[in-house]
């Protein structure tokens, strides 16, 4: 190859933009990874509204309606400056059918701690989830894949 006036310009404009499409790829599969893993999480049993639950403090949250567990998202991928950005959760003010308070709401005592003290996390473990297990993995695979070269 010869190097002429601008080829060092352009190829590292093709890396840049090769990375940054590599990083949205990861982060796109990581989102939906643990919103999958959440959404498998708060599903330890299930049991009729108003009866005791069959999950274990310390462990996810039994199934009572299934809004909590449809309520777990992902927001849009967006760029901010050198990166891009999702948050994974419950959405906002999506009720149950016995209408008490929003699925985000009771996701968040979930996670936290109820009164009682008992608290069945479901977000917190499948972060960590994807951070150890499938983001690695995600990596390997996803630049490990051909760069372009100089």
Not at 15 to 27: E, H, M, N, P
Not at 112 to 118: F, M, V, W
């Amino acid at each position: 190859m010869e190097l002429r006036p601008g080829i060092f310009r352009v190829l590292f404009a093709e890396i840049a933009t090769d990375g940054q499409l590599k990083s949205r790829t990861v982060l796109t599969q990581l989102a939906n990874a643990i919103e999958r893993q959440a959404k498998v999480n708060a599903s330890s049993g299930a049991h009729k509204r108003g009866t005791p639950t069959p999950a274990r403090s310390g462990s996810g949250p039994a199934v009572v309606s299934g809004t909590l567990r449809r309520s777990i998202t992902h927001s849009p991928i967006v760029s901010y400056g050198a990166g891009w950005e999702t948050k994974v959760g419950t959405g906002a003010g999506i009720m149950p059918p016995y209408g008490r308070s929003p699925a985000s709401v009771y996701g968040l005592a979930l996670e936290t701690g109820l009164r009682n003290g008992a608290v069945y996390p479901f977000l917190g473990p499948a972060y960590r989830f994807g951070i150890t297990i499938v983001a690695p993995q995600l990596y390997m695979s996803v630049y490990r894949a051909r760069w372009p070269r100089i």
